[in-house]
Antibody, heavy 127, light 106 residues
Framework: QVHLQVSGPGLVKPSETLSLTCAISGSSIGSDYYWGWIRQPPGKGLQWIGSIYHTGNTYLNPSLRGRVTISVDTSRNQFSLRLNSVTAADTAVYYC????????????????????WGQGTLVTVSS | SYEVTQPPSVSVSPRQTATIACSGDKLGARYVFWYQQKAGQSPVLVIHEHNKRPLEIPERFSGFKSGNTATLTISETQPMDEADYYCQAWDSRDMVFGGGTRLTVL
């Protein structure tokens, strides 16, 4: 059974960098899936941040592209999110997730919907 | 930027059919996905590729698309179906979520 676990600081100061890691168990970061980050501000809807393949190919939300970096660590079977120059608007629950279908089997564009989700972690941006 | 639009709220009586719409430009040419999110929980995928259900999702959940509007239908709605529902589509390398619809089972 695939399990995703988000870890990282729950409090980040304005203008600093938010860093989160998603540890994967029951699957390999090198398998034929994209791996994604999604966030949800308190009381608001879902916002996709970006997705990465183990080769490093990345799709990023255009509204965040200048501030966000997503990377993979194959040795630790995890992937990471870095969001710099944070403001209070970046306060949110951050989720990591894996799609339903492998890239080989998916016939649509980019990647399939997110099927496996981590538990989410609240990151608050405040001084 | 691309947008998909959902009604903020839908109400339904138990055992009736709930319908949640999602509309967007050229949505007819895109795959549409649906997620359910209950309070304090991570989202759950209920429909992918317009009308496919993951094995763990009850048959009561179905997806349909006509023109540029996709619809999530929940038949025989149960109190446990009360949740926020989000549609999602891709546009030019950008994954876009709708604003979400709160389904209330009265």
């Amino acid at each position: 059974q695939v399990h995703l676990q988000v870890s990282g600081p729950g409090l980040v100061k304005p203008s600093e960098t938010l860093s989160l890691t998603c540890a994967i168990s029951g699957s390999s970061i090198g398998s034929d899936y994209y791996w994604g980050w999604i966030r949800q501000p308190p009381g608001k809807g879902l916002q996709w941040i970006g997705s990465i393949y183990h080769t490093g190919n990345t799709y990023l939300n255009p509204s965040l592209r200048g501030r966000v970096t997503i990377s993979v660590d194959t040795s630790r079977n995890q992937f990471s999110l870095r969001l710099n120059s944070v403001t209070a608007a970046d306060t949110a629950v951050y989720y990591c997730a894996r799609p339903k279908t492998t890239q080989t089997d998916y016939v649509g564009s980019y990647h399939d919907a997110f099927h496996i989700w981590g538990q989410g972690t609240l990151v608050t941006v405040s001084s | 930027s691309y947008e998909v639009t959902q009604p903020p709220s839908v109400s339904v009586s138990p055992r009736q059919t709930a319908t949640i719409a999602c509309s967007g430009d050229k949505l007819g040419a895109r795959y549409v996905f649906w997620y359910q999110q209950k309070a304090g929980q991570s989202p759950v995928l209920v429909i992918h590729e317009h009308n496919k259900r993951p094995l763990e999702i009850p048959e009561r959940f179905s997806g349909f698309k006509s023109g540029n509007t996709a619809t999530l239908t929940i038949s025989e709605t149960q109190p446990m179906d009360e949740a926020d529902y989000y549609c999602q589509a891709w546009d030019s390398r950008d994954m876009v979520f709708g604003g979400g619809t709160r389904l209330t089972v009265l």
